[in-house]
């Protein structure tokens, strides 16, 4: 499969300092590749790269077979990208078909209002047509950024959390427009912070920690490389005793105590599960996740939940 | 897929529209942009016209005798003046009347000139003469008195002139043509500026006849006393509010509407949005300043209809048009350049009021930069405003000639913070 994008050791630097350390990576035409990395890990600076926004410092981007960099490439890249920022935000005052019609008309051979049409309804906007962007709700935001990233046709969609601040159902529209995205032939690069959005869209991963990419390859794959296998966690631990002789500071969260199954034998794991099942305490099985990867990879939650990052 | 001039256009224009209809639905944009400088123009209009009761009439007796004090005539005048409607107010002599009048609102002066005495007492003999002359020349004719007695009552008359013009300080009286010269006609002036002053003429009907009552008095005769008026205005009243709060006004729009259009798109996102599509850098300043220029002209056409209609003023010709989008050009590029070297929006926000509001105190808009003290006006010509305010002033009222000058100053700035304006802005993340 042909690359929609190619990025082969990517520096980005400011006052000496490397957010971007020679990163290389691949996105291949028609997938949905996801960027994954906590906050500072130089994920929007690369993606930023990717768009022409930011220039970079060393290495080289190729989108669609332009240069990054090069500014007649650049036009021709940002002709054949679309993007949607986190929180969208479009002209207040203007109402969603007004705001359509203003960034289709941004581009050459701009959409007739038939297109504009098509693109409202395609994303469920009827109803929203002349209400302004002011007025309307995270979601429905949310979902006008995506008709406007989509509006002039583009190749490569870029999505920066995309569902972030929505309700559930909202998240799952948004979803599911993605998938249909990626169904019509559409690149699709996605920087998320929920990992249940990356495992259920990304076709592959990559995740950033400190400027460089730590790991690559679709969410199966790195959560059953990085991840810490089959689990078993307890909540409420400390009221059994026995248990309770069981924790240690690597295995314990709150009151909750996290088992490798594959550390335990079957006898004990059954014996374990009785004795806090007759104790009145929530069990729970877990198989590999990216999440548990990701953590891994880039750091671990401390007990008031904050992301501790490695190193 | 190459974008054509056609499409190019479409950007623009279709950004330029945006920008210009988010502006003006927003309620407080509106009120801000066409309301406000309406009813401020309205409101200094109005501001300065005259209180219908308040009839003060500025008085400077430059009649003072060797010591200082005012002549007995022009006592005699002032004390009449007070005795009647107006509301009599002393002026010194050293003050320059017409700067006074021409800097200041309300005020209105009466100058009465140095020798006013001493013209009204000769003006008053001639007259007694030419009665005394004609009623001899009767009885001659009559033969009632001897042609000999008319002869020495001549010479006893001059005799008695000569004596009363040197007890006035009129020292040419003593020599020998002071007799031969008529006496000169005795004149007050009233310098008023119509522009400001809407009372004027019924302060100069109540002077009309107290100078007549005066006359009356002296000798029942005319000509011994004339008023004149001398009006230092050069514009109507309307007529110069409305070009310098319209100036103003374009300046505020540019320069805070379009430094705060680029603060909010940097701080919402919108800019970043904006830059990653094929839209330029200069389609977007483009953009900028044909939504402002268009916005300058739906303001000066609000603001000159309602002037118009309501003030009366005059209707500013084509020119002036020219001068209002060049106007408009400098000062969305002066917001351009201030939005383009400062990063931080709250920056942009603060430095753009710091330039405006100084700049529109300091050039003339709410009073003459005549009025100011010296260096102050150093610094107002150093502004663009002021050459706008001039520019405006001069093509609407005056003629184009005039506000050449002041619309190249305008141009040549227009040029600098453009060009400026245009280096600076960045299109780019750093």
């Keep these: ?311 | 897929m190459k974008m054509d001039i056609n499409s190019h256009l479409v950007a623009v224009a279709s950004l330029a529209r945006a920008l210009l209809l988010d502006w003006l639905r927003s309620k407080t944009g509106a009120f801000f942009t066409i309301l406000f400088p309406i009813m401020l123009m309205v409101m200094l209009t109005l501001a300065f016209n005259d209180d219908l009761n308040r009839l003060d009439l500025y008085v400077q007796n430059l009649d003072l005798d060797h010591d200082g004090m005012p002549t007995e005539t022009s006592s005699s005048l002032i004390k009449l003046l007070s005795s009647s409607m107006l509301n009599i107010k002393h002026i010194p002599a050293d003050v320059d009347a017409y700067e006074y009048v021409k800097y200041s609102t309300n005020k209105r002066v009466l100058i009465i000139p140095y020798g006013f005495d001493a013209s009204i007492r000769a003006k008053s003999m001639e007259a007694r003469m030419a009665v005394m002359l004609s009623t001899l020349d009767l009885f001659i004719e009559r033969s009632w008195v001897q042609d000999g007695v008319r002869t020495s009552m001549i010479s006893g008359m001059e005799g008695l002139q000569r004596e009363l013009a040197l007890r006035n300080g009129d020292k040419t009286a003593s020599g020998g043509n002071a007799t031969n010269a008529p006496p000169a006609l005795a004149r007050l002036l009233l310098i008023v500026d119509s522009s400001k002053d809407r009372e004027y003429e019924r302060v100069e009907g109540i002077l009309a006849s107290i100078v007549a009552m005066l006359q009356q008095s002296t000798i029942d005769a005319p000509d011994i006393l004339r008023m004149e008026v001398k009006d230092v205005s050069t514009t109507e009243r309307a007529n110069y509010y409305l070009p310098s709060v319209l100036a103003a006004f374009i300046m505020t729009n540019g320069v805070l509407g379009t430094s705060g259009i680029v603060a909010d798109f940097k701080r919402r996102g919108m800019l970043k949005r904006l830059m990653s599509t094929p839209l330029s850098r200069l389609q977007w300043i483009i953009a900028n300043m044909m939504a402002q220029t268009i916005l300058a002209l739906i303001l000066a056409s609000v603001m000159v209809c309602i002037a118009v209609i309501a003030l009366n003023t005059t209707l500013p010709n084509a020119i002036s048009m020219v001068v209002l989008a060049i106007g408009a050009l400098c000062f969305t590029g002066l917001g351009m350049l201030i939005a383009g070297a400062l990063k931080d929006p709250h920056a942009i926000t603060g430095a753009s009021n710091a330039i405006a509001f100084p700049m529109m105190f300091l050039s003339g808009t709410f009073w003459p930069i005549g009025s100011m003290h010296e260096y102050m006006q150093s610094i107002a010509y150093a502004l663009p405003l002021t050459y706008f305010i001039d520019a405006l002033n001069a093509s609407m009222y005056q003629s184009s000639i005039l506000a050449l000058q002041s619309t190249s100053m305008l141009a040549l700035f227009a040029i600098v913070f453009v060009t400026l304006g245009s280096y600076l802005t960045r299109w780019k993340q750093e």
């Design chain 1, 1 to 311: 499969m042909e690359n929609a994008i190619e990025v082969v050791n990517l520096v980005k630097s400011y006052s000496g300092k490397n957010v971007v350390d020679g990163i290389s990576f691949n996105v291949k035409k028609g997938m949905i590749f996801a960027l994954l990395g906590p906050n500072g890990a130089g994920k929007t600076t690369t993606i930023e790269i990717v768009e022409c926004l930011r220039p970079l410092t060393s290495g080289s981007v190729r989108v669609l077979g332009y240069n990054v960099g090069d500014r007649r490439d650049e036009q021709e890249i940002k002709r054949r990208i679309g993007i949607m920022p986190q929180e969208f935000r479009a002209l207040d005052k203007l109402s969603v078909r007004e705001n359509i019609e203003l960034f289709s008309r941004l581009y050459p051979y701009h959409s007739s209002s038939k297109d504009v049409d098509e693109v409202i309804r395609a994303f469920g906007l009827e109803e929203y047509s002349n209400v302004r962007f002011e007025r309307l709700s995270g979601g429905i935001r949310q979902r006008l950024g995506l008709a406007i990233a989509t509006i002039h046709d583009p190749e490569i969609l870029f999505l920066d959390e995309p569902t972030t601040g929505l309700d559930p159902t909202s998240r799952r529209q948004v979803w599911a427009m993605i998938r249909a995205l990626k169904d019509s032939g559409k690149t699709v690069v996605l920087t998320s912070h929920y990992m249940e959005e990356v495992e259920y869209l990304a076709d592959e991963v990559a995740i950033m920690s400190k400027g460089r990419i730590v790991a690559s390859g679709s969410p199966q794959d790195i959560a059953s490389r990085y991840g810490t296998g089959r689990r078993l966690t307890i909540r409420g631990y400390s009221r059994s005793r026995l248990l309770a002789s069981l924790a240690n500071s690597s295995n314990t969260l709150g009151d909750t105590l996290t088992l490798s199954m594959d550390r335990l034998d079957s006898m004990l794991i059954a014996e374990i599960v009785d004795m806090a099942i007759r104790d009145g305490l929530e069990v729970q099985f877990k198989n590999p996740s990216l999440e548990d990867a990701f953590l891994r990879l880039v750091g671990r939650i401390d007990e008031d939940g904050r992301l501790i990052i490695n190193g």
